[in-house]
């Protein structure tokens, strides 16, 4: 009678933790749904109610964790529980940049897989394909998850492992053919592969050793005395077909995520080591194990580096989720704050070319005439330029919008310069690259309150041989994001370099990085749009890196003499960066020069003339 007592006892613990999961799970897909960017009250409200569900669930399985194995708890429902955490975490990461709760995933899904919390099911009961999808699922999660902490030896892992349960999977389940995941196990080997590209160079975070220069710090200081605006968020996506990507993160947007966070100073960034203790052990296989901690409050922040921009990465969005994402982000950015947009899709080998003048699709053109701002409200400094809306088919036509979208979705995923337009009553920085890039020149000068600064790729890239390149990836981005890994690829190089020559060469485009900023810096003639962002570390960057990436493709002797092919920036840059200038010569003349590549670029007779006389 007295063990018939404690089963029902067990059952009705059981009973009581199901329930709760349930609940949790629904607070669950509120946080889940909510729109990207979205970071406001709601956002903190749903996370608040999700987490303290989860945190009221951990407790409860950890005090009543034997009631609950006697009641017939299994240890994937644990694991389930435990990956939903890390799910919650990861989403407020996503949404706030904060590198603490990225931390927070990886001790959850360490914890996961060391204990085998999913595989310990199949020891004991016949497969069950929906917890093997899970199982997949959590792996895919947690390779993401290393690839952004920069943990390449745990990413090569848990992708071989990865492998290995997918073919046992095809043997387990005969019936079931397996193709997403197939397909998956190909994306992950591609996405590491190019990644992996150069094993010797540093992660593509800021770095206060490395990218600032104590030099410029006297001239940068000058810019304080009038408006500063500082990176506050910024709008990631990319849409190509058959582009390198891993799950809903595409191999573009996750170097440009990773160049807008600072890479840690310190050791406060170190995953917690988690230690057995008498309630259980990794390796134990036959328990419940509830050794995970919920450490929401630890101070996991780096006290030297100020807090990351917050980002927002649209996986394939259409064009009306696009605009919805910046709208929101728009609304709430500070009075000194400026939004970066980035987007990397195909405006013309990408799109049906059916497409007929005069068809605007959804570019929501009415937005414009509505909220029209008075013409006071507009820089008296600007050049005078006509406005988009004063030429309604100039961007209707083939190649003067960004497809997001596949050749079926007609003209409902083209993304127009003037869909952009409405949101310059705030500061952007835009970055466009695609072979539709100049179309959105025609943002400059049509503003609705704040002048834009444009970064616009080149229309193709450009290599000096098809040989040892890796394919993948935007040389465009991969220039702003790791110049020097761009150049190597663009010259052809094996990525099997010694890494003497390889910091020499790191040695020589800082070098160049520095001379340029300071040039920035105490130039005359600089815009006061650029003048504006130059405090910012991470703006800085990426306006250094495209004069670097401009002036290699404007003296890639291939390119000739035409210069439709190199990127624009708007407004322009003084003339002491530009690539016709002898200091920004001079210094891709040692880089080529080191490398062994001199005879592939066309530099001014001056500069041959200087190197001979040396």
Known sequence: ????????????????????????DRKFAHVRDLPPGARGPLHLLYFRKAFKAYTRLWQFQQRRRSELVAGGLCRWEIGEVASRIGQLFYGQYQRTSEVR???EVYVFYEAIMSRGYFQAAWGSVAPDLKLRYKELRFHVRFLIVALLLNRADEAVKLADRFRALVDESKAAFPATHFREWKQMVQEISRFLKADAYFKIARPLRYNVIFDAHPSSFPYISRFYTSRVLRLKDALLTSYHRNEIKLAEVTLDTFRMLQCLEWEPSGSLYQVPTKQPSENGAPNDQNEVSGLIDINLAADMTDPDLPPNPCKAIIYHPSVSKLIAATATICEELPSDGILLIYISASGKTDCSIDFQEGVHGNSLNFLKAKHA???SQRRENLPSQPAVDNNPNLSSKLGHYLCLGSQGNGASNNLYP???????????????????????????????GEASALLLSHEKPLFLSDTNITSGGSQFTYFLTAPLQAFYQLIGHSSDIEPDVYRNAE?????ALVEWEVLLCTSNSLDQVWAQILTDPFLRRLILRFIFCRAVLHLLRSSGDGTTDLPECLPSLPESVSPNSAVTQNHIHQLAERLGVLNHFHFLDSIKESVQSR
Request: aromatic share 8%; hydrophobic share 45%.
């Open 1 to 24: 009678m007295g063990r018939d007592d404690d089963k029902g006892a067990a059952s009705e613990v059981l009973a009581v933790f199901r329930a709760l999961v349930d609940g949790a």
């Open 101 to 103: 709760f990225l931390l």
């Open 373 to 375: 701002p008075p013409a």
């Open 418 to 448: 003037e869909d952009l337009v409405p949101f310059t009553r705030k500061p952007l920085f835009l970055v466009i690259d695609s072979d539709s890039s100049r179309a959105f020149k025609t943002i400059h000068g049509a503003e609705r």
């Open 507 to 511: 040695s020589l485009l800082s070098s």
